[in-house]
Every structure is written in structure tokens, then in C-alpha cells.
């Protein structure tokens, strides 16, 4: 009625088992070295991002610097002119 597995059909069974658990962990470490390689590269990506953004705004803000630089520099020049005139009894 019941029927036995010999010993050694279940050591193959075991073995095949063993073989097969072994490659499963082997391809799961893979795929989590592959994940935090993943993980490091669009970090890079973000910083880069990020830094590409930030030169981005200091084109587009240049030209308004340099306006705002030369108005104060104007201005300097006015008051120096002014008192230069005044200091001359102008």
C-alpha cells in the first residue's frame, strides 16, 4: 500500500534541493549588488541635477546682476562727481 523512497533517490532530491537554494541566493546577492549600483548612480544623477540647475539659474540671473553691479557702480561715480563739485565750490 505505501510505497518507500530508497534513501538514495531522496539524497538526489536533497542534493538537486541544495543546488537550486544555493542558485536562488546567488541570483538574489546579484540583484541586490545590482539595486545599490542602481541606488549609487541616481544619486550621481540627482547631484547632477542638481548642479545643472544651479548653473542654470546663474545664467539667468547674470545679466540682472551685472544691471544691478553697473547701476551701483553709477551711482558711486554720481556721488563722487557730486561731492568732488562740491568740494570745489561748485
Given at each position: 500500500m505505501s510505497e518507500t523512497i530508497p534513501p538514495d533517490e531522496i539524497q538526489v532530491a536533497?542534493?538537486?534541493?541544495d543546488r537550486m537554494l544555493a542558485e536562488t541566493r546567488k541570483f538574489s546577492a546579484e540583484q541586490n549588488k545590482l539595486a545599490e549600483e542602481a541606488g549609487k548612480y541616481a544619486a550621481e544623477q540627482?547631484?547632477?541635477?542638481?548642479?545643472?540647475?544651479k548653473l542654470?539659474?546663474?545664467?539667468?540671473?547674470?545679466?540682472?546682476?551685472?544691471?544691478v553691479t553697473l547701476l551701483g557702480a553709477g551711482a558711486a561715480l554720481f556721488a563722487a562727481g557730486a561731492a568732488f563739485v562740491k568740494l570745489?565750490?561748485?
Amino acid at each position: 500500500m505505501s510505497e518507500t523512497i530508497p534513501p538514495d533517490e531522496i539524497q538526489v532530491a536533497r542534493a538537486a534541493y541544495d543546488r537550486m537554494l544555493a542558485e536562488t541566493r546567488k541570483f538574489s546577492a546579484e540583484q541586490n549588488k545590482l539595486a545599490e549600483e542602481a541606488g549609487k548612480y541616481a544619486a550621481e544623477q540627482n547631484k547632477l541635477a542638481a548642479e545643472a540647475g544651479k548653473l542654470q539659474r546663474d545664467r539667468q540671473l547674470l545679466p540682472w546682476q551685472l544691471a544691478v553691479t553697473l547701476l551701483g557702480a553709477g551711482a558711486a561715480l554720481f556721488a563722487a562727481g557730486a561731492a568732488f563739485v562740491k568740494l570745489m565750490g561748485g
